[in-house]
């Protein structure tokens, strides 16, 4: 089965950002609908950092064994746990602010919000070393062919090519791969 890791951690990353960034510009001027938003967002981003943390326990498995990348998921994993406890306290924290209508938690809720969003950010930046500076999950692109590569083009271009072929190969071109 495809690693479905990759394709979530969007979701919880994009949506907690915007439900701080709706809090704080709803704070600040005084908007229902923009306090509406940043509920709604934090929901998602509650929802979408459980999958994240689940799919990325299964990607886990992938990091090859005594290699320096386990370091790596470890204090990536670290991270997404805190995030997801930074998305879900602010989640409760909201949801009490708005039905119940008390402001008195709002500096906790804007607090919990932008630590989170930097966990966030630490979060998604190790997961990003992983895969582009340690190559997990990454398979190995296979060589490429100018001429299948260049199929088009002017004549001058292809025979480029296929002297660039010929002098890497030792082959005489293959003319089926210009069609
Ligand atoms: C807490 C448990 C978690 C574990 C064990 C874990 C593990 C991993 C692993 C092994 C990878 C590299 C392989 C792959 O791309 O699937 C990865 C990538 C990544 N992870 Fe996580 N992860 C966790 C939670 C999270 C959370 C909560 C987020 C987001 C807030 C996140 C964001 C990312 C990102 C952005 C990448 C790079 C994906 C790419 O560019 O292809 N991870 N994670």
Known sequence: MPNPHPLIVHFP????IL???CELTAYFYKSKLLSVCALVASIGAVLGA???VVTGLFAKGI???GSQAQIVVGSHETMGFIMLACAVAFTALKLWCYFREDDRVL???IAVGLVGV???IITAHEGGQLV???GVGVQKAPPVNPLKAYPYGSESVKKKFEAVDSTKTGNSPDSSATE
């Open 118 to 120: 930097v966990v966030t």
């Open 63 to 65: 990091v090859p064994k």
């Open 50 to 52: 459980i999958a994240a």
């Open 132 to 134: 582009f500076d340690y």
């Open 13 to 16: 990353i994009a949506l907690f």
């Open 107 to 109: 500096t906790p809720l």
């Open 19 to 21: 439900a701080v960034a």
